[in-house]
Each structure stands twice: as structure tokens, then as C-alpha cells.
């Protein structure tokens, strides 16, 4: 159980992170870079934009409640115009796992 796992990768770089691993697992060693892992628990924009950020550094994975990214301040426009839908959703999957590489 690396410090990664729990979080701590987030908040902590390099030798922070590693002085946080030692004090608090001692006997763990310290997961390789390409093998930490990231979990982001939403998809909309915090969660695309930490997703962006990290996944050069992490196994980014990303988990949200809907299959679809939806921008809410614009649905009531959809309302007046429904063909407008279309330009406030799209389908999370494609653009995680195609566009940004990472898991969802």
C-alpha cells in the first residue's frame, strides 16, 4: 500500500511525497512513476481538468454517475431551442479514453 493509493500523490511531489511514504509506511517501498495511480471521482470540468493535468504523471481514472458530460447552466436554453442539446452534452467515454488516455 503506497502512499499513492491513498491520495497522497495529489497533495505531495517528489521528496515530500517520499518522506510521507517512509514516516507513515515504512515498509512499503514506493510505487514507480508509471505505475501510481490516480482515482478521480467526477467527471465534469474539475474533474476533466485534474484529470488533464495529472495524466502525464499517473494512471489517471476517472468515475462519474452519468455516462455524459452535460452543461447544466445551459439546459434551459435547450428548453426554448431542444436542437441546442446537443452543443451542452457529449458521451464522457470517447473523449476520456480517446482524446485524454485515460480510464473511465
Known amino acids: ?13 517528489g521528496a515530500a511525497e517520499q518522506l510521507v511514504a517512509k514516516r507513515f509506511f515504512p515498509s512499503q517501498s514506493i510505487m514507480p512513476p508509471a505505475q501510481r495511480r490516480v482515482l478521480i471521482i ?5 474533474g476533466l481538468c485534474v484529470a488533464r493535468d495529472l495524466k502525464d504523471h499517473y494512471l489517471v481514472t476517472i468515475v462519474d454517475a452519468k455516462e455524459f458530460f452535460e452543461y447544466t447552466p445551459g439546459v434551459l436554453r435547450a428548453y426554448v431551442k431542444p436542437k441546442h442539446l446537443d452543443a451542452l452534452t457529449f458521451t464522457l ?6 482524446r485524454m488516455g485515460c480510464k473511465f
Not at 500500500?1 to 511531489?13: D, K, T
Not at 467515454?93 to 480517446?98: A, C, H, R, S
Open 42 to 46: 467526477g467527471g465534469s470540468f474539475a
Open 1 to 13: 500500500l503506497g502512499s499513492s493509493r491513498l491520495g497522497l500523490g495529489c497533495f505531495c511531489g
Open 93 to 98: 467515454y470517447p473523449v476520456i479514453e480517446g
